[in-house]
């Protein structure tokens, strides 16, 4: 099962805003935005169309975050071991998704992970920093990640995401937070 998903307040800013400088609170973190990806993502009636530029790896995490947006927020949902429809060759979904879950099924999409990793254990995920591409964002409580230069979270959402007022949902603005420990797949 995931953590649940309970945040404190956090600021949000315009994608690749001038960062702030950093804070030494939050438990010992210190927020590491994301660079500026080589191509940012073109949001569009609430789905992510890949950059043209984008690593094949990186459409596939897109394309899994996308059949994700509009479903509800679920305790526990996308924790399941993953499992393929024969009839349509895809992993089939969850009713549901917890914001680890979510994170998982995108990066699974793209053969970052192989099953769900709750928010704590993201935090050791992968490489230290934020990516070039990929940056996932993880506490004990929380995780989201941004692809391409957008945010993909099952919380604070920009205003005009569609689908029901949780779970897992592209967004423009990014998030900043030194609760959250930045972690990458090698070379994305």
């Known amino acids: 099962m995931g953590a649940v998903c309970l945040l404190a307040?956090?600021?949000?800013?315009?994608?690749?805003?001038e960062p702030s400088p950093p804070s030494s609170g939050g438990g010992g973190a210190t927020f590491q935005p994301p660079p500026p990806p080589p191509e940012k993502a073109t949001l569009v009636d609430g789905r992510v169309i890949a950059p043209a530029s984008a690593p094949a790896r990186v459409k596939a995490v897109i394309d899994a975050a996308n059949r994700l947006v509009e479903k509800p927020y679920i305790y526990g949902g996308g924790h399941r071991a993953y499992k393929v429809s024969a009839a349509s060759a895809m992993v089939k979904l969850d009713r549901g998704y917890d914001c680890s879950g979510s994170v998982s099924f995108a990066l699974h999409g793209g053969g970052f992970l192989r099953s769900p990793l709750p928010s704590g254990p993201?935090?050791?995920?992968?490489?230290?920093?934020p990516g070039t591409w990929i940056t996932v964002y993880s506490?004990?409580?929380?995780?989201?990640?941004?692809?391409?230069?957008?945010?993909?979270?099952?919380?604070?959402?920009?205003?005009?995401?569609?689908?029901?007022?949780?779970?897992?949902?592209?967004?423009?603005?990014?998030?900043?937070?030194?609760?959250?420990?930045?972690?990458?797949?090698?070379?994305y």
Do not use: C, E
Not at 122 to 129: C, E, I, T, V
């Open 9 to 17: 307040p956090v600021a949000t800013a315009t994608a690749f805003a």
């Open 122 to 129: 993201l935090m050791k995920w992968g490489q230290r920093g």
């Open 139 to 187: 506490s004990p409580s929380h995780a989201y990640v941004v692809i391409a230069g957008l945010r993909f979270d099952t919380s604070m959402h920009d205003r005009n995401a569609p689908g029901p007022r949780t779970g897992p949902r592209w967004s423009r603005t990014l998030r900043r937070s030194n609760t959250f420990v930045a972690r990458h797949p090698r070379g």
